[in-house]
């Protein structure tokens, strides 16, 4: 199993940029993906996330700012970022969970891309 995030990079204060996590090994649809982000000296922060049923959730941090998606024929889960601000710097990953009647039946991370947002 491999998830292989892409789309970091260096991008301007009010910038956008695309992640992408791609899977292999795994159906990403019967999953729940998350997208979580670290900084140096900062406990690792929860971003956004997609279920199985398509239901999207975001953190206070993202919401309005970043759009989660899946496409199933690619395997493929985005996080779209607009309006980048300087604190959202920071190494993404991509997470894949499933979990049946309270069983994690897997649990797989990305090993991260880096943003970096420059004011």
């Known amino acids: 199993v491999q998830l292989v995030e892409s789309g970091g990079g260096w991008m301007q204060a009010g910038g956008s940029l695309r992640l992408s996590c791609a899977a292999s090994?795994?159906?990403?649809?019967?999953?729940?993906v998350h997208w979580y982000r670290r900084t140096p000296g900062k406990e690792r922060e929860y971003v956004a996330a997609i279920a199985d049923d398509g239901t999207t959730d975001y953190a206070p941090s993202a919401k309005g700012r970043f759009t989660i998606s899946r496409d199933n024929a690619k395997n493929a889960v985005y996080l779209q970022m607009s309006d980048l601000k300087s604190e959202d710097t920071a190494v993404y990953f991509c997470?894949?969970?499933?979990?049946?009647?309270?069983?994690?039946?897997?649990?797989?991370w990305g090993q991260g891309t880096q943003v970096t947002v420059s004011s």
């Open positions: 090994g795994i159906q990403l649809e019967m999953s729940t």
């Open positions: 997470n894949a969970r499933r979990r049946r009647n309270f069983v994690t039946l897997y649990d797989y």
